[in-house]
């Protein structure tokens, strides 16, 4: 079935150094591919998104971009802050429906 | 607009009780999604409500159950409780299939 792998963590950064978190899909169609940030004490929180191939995704400084040669969609940001610590999930869904699979997180910590 | 609200924010309950939550999705939005998050098994699709039916299920045993009203507000329950089903149970809404999900903050579930 569909799944989502990325990249095991924890990993810590120092401020404004720059970020990568890989994530790579397995589905049997073409899914719409998300990141979602989960910050403390909190539900998840849409980051970006793309729908189709060679989208790119962007928000906040952070980008992704839907690689379906490769089947991969992983999340860029050039500067990091301490605000961005969270736990960070790629997920996808397709078959129009909502049983979203999701990526068993990545928890960034970034020191100033 | 409000957002996606679920309670009790947090739960304590012994083996073999039974457990209601709820969740009041954004105004408009009339799909709503359950997840389980465990440290161990990350976040499990439990099942989709639209329009007051079932439209998609997960892996879980039926000691699981959900419904929705007509108003698109959803209850979950769980019955004969175990020690494995401590979790954050986070409720989601979405506009349309395939459509970014919007989280609650989740219910926190602690089975003693």
């Known amino acids: 079935g569909d799944s989502v792998t990325q990249m095991e963590g924890p990993v810590t950064l120092s401020e404004e150094a720059f970020l990568t978190i890989n994530c790579t899909y397995t589905?049997?169609?073409?899914?719409?591919l998300f990141w979602y940030v989960q910050y403390p004490g909190e539900g998840l929180q849409l980051l970006l998104k793309?729908?189709?191939?060679?989208d790119k995704g962007s928000n906040k400084g952070f980008e992704a971009t839907y690689r379906k040669e490769t089947t991969s969609f992983h999340l860029e940001k050039g500067s990091v802050q301490v605000s961005d610590s969270a736990v960070y999930f790629c997920?996808?869904?397709?078959?129009?429906?909502?049983?979203?699979?999701f990526g068993a997180g990545t928890r960034l910590t970034v020191k100033p | 607009k409000a957002g996606v609200t679920q309670t009790p924010r947090y739960l304590i309950k012994t083996r073999g009780q039974q457990v209601t939550l709820s969740c009041s999705p954004i105004?408009?939005?009339?799909?709503v999604s359950w997840y389980q998050q465990t440290p161990g098994q990350g976040l499990q699709f439990l099942f989709e409500y639209f329009s007051e039916t079932q439209r998609n299920k997960g892996n879980f045993p039926g000691r699981f159950s959900g419904r929705q009203f007509s108003n698109s507000r959803s209850e979950m329950n769980v019955s004969t409780l175990e020690l494995g089903d401590s979790a954050l149970y986070l409720c989601a809404s979405s506009s349309a299939a395939n459509s970014p999900l919007h989280f609650g903050n989740g219910t926190r579930l602690t089975v003693t």
């Open positions: 997920a996808l869904s397709e078959n129009n429906n909502n049983d979203m699979r």
């Open positions: 105004s408009g939005h009339r799909s």
């Open positions: 793309a729908t189709k191939a060679d």
């Open positions: 589905a049997t169609g073409y899914p719409s």
